[in-house]
């Protein structure tokens, strides 16, 4: 199968880079699947979007991201987000609670955090 090389990077650290055959972003157009030879192209990422990564050895790497840019090259994608974290490390009980918070951004940021934990809001 082929691949591609990705590159997953928030304002504040890389979170995830290597092989993957497939990756899925949310941007202000819709939904992207993009796979290796895909025609180049740059998406805006949406607030409270899910990046799903299927990596060369079939892993699914998620993370919740928080807007920024998707850019794909002939060589491979990089997604630059504002703010980022990955299914693995996120608080559910405190994205759980922050679902009834006052401020709409931080209500889609906890919606975010659950889909990409697997925790449907």
Known sequence: ?????????AVER?????TATFVVAQ?????????????P?????????????????GEMVCAAV?????????????ILAESAELSDEIDVDAAKAALN??????RTRATAQLRAAGKSA
């Open 66 to 78: 928080h807007g920024g840019f998707l850019s794909v090259t002939g060589t491979g994608v990089s």
């Open 101 to 106: 918070a006052d401020d709409e951004t931080e």
């Open 27 to 39: 941007t202000t157009e819709g939904e992207i699947g993009i796979m290796a030879g895909h025609e």
């Open 41 to 57: 192209v740059l998406g805006q990422l949406v607030e409270g979007g899910v990046v799903k990564v299927t990596t060369t050895d």
């Open 14 to 18: 890389r979170l995830w880079s290597g």
């Open 1 to 9: 199968m082929a691949e591609m090389s990705v590159e997953l990077v």
